[in-house]
């Protein structure tokens, strides 16, 4: 069971790279203006939200081959980081929405709106690893 943890653990890693790093490509593509980088933006997106998406799908799946074992009922604690999992996925499914209206350049937001919307992922990470963790309920 260790083996499959640390795999949750490594593709969790991967996923979170991503998501701090996307909204930080979205302000920069929101500033942008010639054509090039407009394009280059759009194609750093589609590339890193690729292998982010591994890390989320790795995460998802090793995430429920460990609660395979768990007896029920789960704890408090369990519910409320699968909540905050829940949370992350429309994040991340949100995330593909944004970078596609990039790419058809119907974005309707300025950098600052990324910069705040940058911090998301962040704060959800420093709540579910508090929550595995600590396991206070």
Request: aromatic share 16%.
């Amino acid at each position: 069971m260790l083996w499959i943890k640390a795999f949750h653990i490594i593709f969790m890693v991967t996923g979170f790279a991503g998501l701090f790093y996307l909204p930080r490509l979205f302000v920069y593509h929101a500033d942008a203006r010639d054509t090039l980088s407009l394009e280059r933006f759009a194609t750093m997106e589609r590339r890193l939200f690729a292998i982010m998406s591994i890390g989320a799908i790795g995460t998802i799946m090793f995430g429920l081959w460990l609660l395979i074992g768990w007896w029920l009922p789960m704890p408090v604690w369990l519910h409320a980081k699968l909540a905050l999992v829940a949370l992350l996925i429309l994040y991340h499914l949100y995330c593909y929405r944004l970078m596609r209206s990039f790419r058809s350049g119907d974005n309707l937001h300025g950098a600052r709106f990324y910069r705040w919307f940058n911090e998301i992922p962040g704060l959800l990470l420093i709540a579910i690893v508090i929550l595995a963790v600590m396991k206070p309920v």
